[in-house]
């Protein structure tokens, strides 16, 4: 499955969905390594500034889906695979910080974009860490990704900090934005 197959027709809105997976089928991980790469190559934000392979790839999320501290959110459009997110989880000698998780690695596939996606990916990984009992959520940016950007905010989000040296990309040094949101009501966080 190609992404020109995946892309929806213009006559109609796409079916988005969001889930958290505890397992992929063949054809379901074939489709989130397609969204990855084609995501890195459209300058990413996945970390990854250039695709490491498919192999690599495969390894990757098999990888994640085995840490205790992570879990997976994946993003579809007419049922495919497009995009995802990770929540993650601070660890168990963090007791200082343990009412904080955090927003790793959100990216919608370029072919999936506009159609409130990752809109809706960001708020299913809020409602899974509320579920989780942790009250704020945090997240960082290279400033460079200015849609991310627009996004988060939009959201709610608060921008607390900008590191100066936050990525290499392309032999330049990039700032990272740095957010947080308090994700119980009231803003408590204990
Ligand atoms: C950022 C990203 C996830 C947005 O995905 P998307 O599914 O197209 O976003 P949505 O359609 O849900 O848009 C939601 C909001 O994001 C903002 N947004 C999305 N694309 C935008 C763009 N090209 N320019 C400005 N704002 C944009 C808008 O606020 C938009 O709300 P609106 O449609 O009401 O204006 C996607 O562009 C992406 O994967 N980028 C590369 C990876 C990345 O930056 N990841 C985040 C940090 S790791």
């Known amino acids: 499955m190609s992404a020109s197959d995946i892309r929806p027709p213009a006559d109609r809105a796409p079916m988005l969905s969001v889930e958290r997976v505890g397992d992929f089928t063949e054809d379901e991980l074939h489709e989130l390594c397609e969204a990855t790469d084609a995501a890195v190559i459209g300058g990413g934000g996945f970390g990854w500034v250039n695709p490491p392979g498919r192999q690599a790839l495969e390894r990757y999320f098999r990888g994640l889906l085995l840490v205790p501290e992570r879990e997976l959110f994946v993003a579809r459009m007419d049922g495919h695979l497009v995009g995802s997110a990770q929540l993650v989880r601070p660890p168990r000698n963090n007791e200082a910080q343990a009412f904080a998780a955090q927003l790793m690695h959100a990216f919608i596939a370029p072919y999936a974009r506009g159609h409130g996606l990752a809109r809706l990916l960001t708020l299913r990984v809020e409602d899974g860490a509320r579920a989780l009992g942790y009250h ?31 990525a290499r990309i392309a032999g330049r040094t990039v700032a990272g934005v740095h957010y947080y949101k308090l994700l119980q009501p009231g803003g408590r966080i204990g």
């Open 136 to 166: 704020v959520l945090n997240l960082d940016v290279r400033e460079t990704q200015t849609a991310a950007i627009a996004l988060y905010e939009s959201l709610g989000y608060i921008r607390w900090g900008v590191h100066p040296a936050y």
